[in-house]
T-cell receptor, first 118, second 117 residues
C-alpha cells in the first residue's frame, strides 16, 4: 500500500509553453500533498503544500503564478509550470500524506518528473 | 526552525566495508528524522525513520541509524557495503514533528555513496 504515482516521468517542452505534472495516490486518500524541486547536484527544496479543496501554500521565493497547484480531489494534485523557461528545468517530486492512522508519521514520494525546457 | 547538515557530500568505501553517513539536525521540537535513498533519475525510497521510542532504528537493506539527542545526530550505518548500495542518500527532518502537520520535510544536502570492488 501507500503508492504515489507521478506522471510524466520525463518531459521536454519548448520555452514559453506550459507543462502539467500529475501526482496521484493510488491506494490511499491524501489529505495533503507536497511538491519539491531538485536542481542538478542539489538537495530537494520544498516548493509548496497543497491541501485538498483549498489553495496551496507556497514557500518563500516560489512564484505562485508560475507554479500553479491544484488539489481537486483526495487522490490527485497537479503542478503546472506556466510559461516555462530553461531555468525551470529541474527534477520535480511530489509526496502525499495519508489520512490512515497507520501511516501518520510519514509522507510517500512519487517517482519524480524530469523537466527539460529547451 | 529545523535544519539538516550532512557531513561529506561524497563517501567512498570498499565492498564489504562499513558504511557511515553523517547527519546532524537542528530542531526546536522533538524531531522526526528520516533517511532516504535516491537512485539516478528516480524518486526517494525511505530507508528508515525515527519518531519516538527506541533510538536505534533498523531499516531496509541492512541499514540502521541511531538517534542521539545529546549530539543532535542521526548517522546512518551499514556493517558491510554492497555494490548495489551506491546511490545518493538524504537525511531529512520533519518540520512539524509532534504536531498534526507532518510530512513537510527539510532535507540535507545529500551524500553520494560510491562502493568500489
Amino acid at each position: 500500500g501507500a503508492v504515489v504515482s507521478q506522471h510524466p516521468s520525463r518531459v521536454i517542452c519548448k520555452s514559453g509553453t506550459s507543462v502539467k505534472i500529475e501526482c496521484r495516490s493510488l491506494d490511499f486518500q491524501a489529505t495533503t500533498m507536497f511538491w519539491y524541486r531538485q536542481f542538478p547536484k542539489q538537495s530537494l527544496m520544498l516548493m509548496a503544500t497543497s491541501n485538498e479543496g483549498s489553495k496551496a501554500t507556497y514557500e518563500q521565493g516560489v512564484e505562485k503564478d508560475k507554479f500553479l497547484i491544484n488539489h481537486a480531489s483526495l487522490t490527485l494534485s497537479t503542478l503546472t509550470v506556466t510559461s516555462a523557461h530553461p531555468e525551470d528545468s529541474s527534477f520535480y517530486i511530489c509526496s502525499a500524506r495519508s489520512s490512515w492512522a497507520r501511516f501518520e508519521t510519514e509522507a510517500f514520494f512519487g517517482q519524480g518528473t524530469r523537466l527539460t525546457v529547451v | 526552525a529545523q535544519s539538516v547538515t550532512q557531513l561529506g557530500s561524497h563517501v567512498s568505501v570498499s565492498e564489504g566495508a562499513l558504511v557511515l553517513l553523517r547527519c546532524n539536525y537542528s530542531s526546536s521540537v522533538p524531531p522526526y528524522l528520516f533517511w532516504y535513498v535516491q537512485y539516478p533519475n528516480q524518486g526517494l525510497q525511505l530507508l528508515l525513520k525515527y519518531t519516538t521510542g527506541a533510538t536505534l532504528v533498523k531499516g531496509i537493506n541492512g541499514f540502521e541509524a541511531e538517534f542521539k539527542k545529546s549530539e543532535t545526530s542521526f548517522h546512518l550505518t551499514k556493517p558491510s557495503a554492497h555494490m548495489s548500495d551506491a546511490a545518493e542518500y538524504f537525511c531529512a527532518v520533519d518540520r512539524n514533528a509532534g504536531g498534526t502537520s507532518y510530512g513537510k520535510l527539510t532535507f540535507g544536502q545529500g551524500t553520494i555513496l560510491t562502493v568500489h570492488p
